[in-house]
């Protein structure tokens, strides 16, 4: 099996830029579709982003343009670059694994699909 360990969290200022990653080791990241999910105090947790063996790619519509998911297999890792933070990105910051497949992307925003994650990383914007 695969573990997770998520790193570049911070506290920063609102417009400010972070840039987090999904470490992978026991096994190759490559053979996984990889997610982002992060979770609010008090709030489910809602999915953020994905990046599938192939390559291809989805975002939730709050973070659709600002956030960039990627992976780098030679590294064995998937990052999360995330532009003009605002307040309410505010949340704990999990990556999560997938061996299954899922025809059509929006199979990978929903977190039972995902078999490993990570402890996360608390990202908080202030205002």
């Known amino acids: 099996q695969v573990q997770l360990v998520e790193s570049g969290g911070g506290l920063v200022q609102a417009g400010d830029s972070l840039r987090l990653s999904c470490a992978a080791s026991g096994r190759t990241i490559s053979l996984y579709s990889i997610g982002w999910f992060r979770q609010a105090p008090g709030l489910e947790r809602e999915f953020v982003a994905a990046?599938?063996?192939?390559?291809?790619?989805r975002y939730a519509d709050p973070v659709q343009g600002r956030f960039t998911i990627s992976r780098d297999n030679t590294k064995n890792t998937v990052y999360l670059q995330m532009n003009s933070l605002k307040p309410e990105d505010t949340a704990v910051y999990h990556c999560?694994?997938?061996?299954?497949?899922?025809?059509?992307?929006?199979?990978?925003?929903?977190?039972?699909?995902?078999?490993?994650w990570g402890q996360g990383t608390q990202v908080t914007v202030s205002s």
């Open positions: 990046v599938t063996r192939g390559n291809s790619t």
């Open positions: 999560a694994a997938a061996a299954s497949y899922s025809p059509i992307m929006r199979g990978y925003t929903v977190p039972s699909r995902y078999d490993y």
